[in-house]
């Protein structure tokens, strides 16, 4: 973060964040989820389904299994 950081989050990038989070305050995020809900959840589901091959989720998936306390639920 401290070295490398900068580099990666750019100005257009901070700008892109604060666009971002007016979505979420002005709840336009919320709703556009909410619709995504009541239509069947068929954006979600694929966006879902194309993520879940990356490494990340299967970096993912190997730290859940070293946490225990999740499968108690």
């Not at 580099?7 to 901070?14: I, T």
């Not at 239509?39 to 989720?57: I, V, Y």
């Amino acid at each position: 973060d401290l070295t490398r950081g900068p580099r990666l989050v750019s100005d257009a990038v901070r700008g892109e964040m604060k666009r971002i989070l007016g979505e979420i305050r002005d709840g336009s995020f919320a709703e556009e989820w909410m619709e995504e809900h009541r239509s069947g959840g068929e954006t979600f589901k694929r966006l879902h389904a194309e993520d879940e091959g990356t490494l990340l989720e299967q970096s993912g998936e190997t730290v859940r299994k070293l946490m225990p306390w999740l499968n108690d639920a």
